[in-house]
């Protein structure tokens, strides 16, 4: 059982950067693939970006591309997210999640087995 933990969540103007982090109770998690989704109020979960198990291969939604950058840290169990230029649109709970590593790369919330609590990311105009 592998338990996720967000941090960095918080208010910001347009314009303006967060970086998020979320942090894996087990060494296991080295072996899962790893996402970032994201979800408002009446909308479905969406995801962002994904990183494979390796850190080798990320992938990223057209709505973040070349504005947020996601990573990981194996030795420290974490993963993170970058979020520059950040868009009134990009206000919402932000959930990290694992899948196995035949799953990784994918963008469907239902293959991710592990799930944070989520941290809200406000960004005012």
């Known amino acids: 059982q592998v338990q996720l933990v967000e941090s960095g969540g918080g208010l910001v103007q347009a314009g303006g950067s967060l970086r998020l982090s979320c942090a894996a109770s087990e060494r296991s998690f080295r072996a899962y693939g790893m996402a970032w989704f994201r979800q408002t109020i009446g909308k479905e979960r969406e995801c962002v970006a994904t990183?494979?198990?390796?850190?080798?291969?990320?992938y990223y939604a057209d709505s973040v591309k070349g504005r947020f950058t996601i990573s990981r840290d194996n030795d420290q169990n974490t993963i993170y997210l970058q979020m520059n230029s950040l868009k009134e649109e990009d206000t919402a709970v932000y959930y990290c999640?694992?899948?196995?590593?035949?799953?990784?790369?994918?963008?469907?919330?239902?293959?991710?087995?592990?799930w944070g609590q989520g941290t809200q990311v406000t960004v005012s105009s």
């Open positions: 990183i494979t198990w390796t850190g080798g291969n990320t």
């Open positions: 999640a694992a899948t196995s590593m035949g799953n990784d790369g994918s963008f469907s919330a239902h293959v991710y087995t592990y």
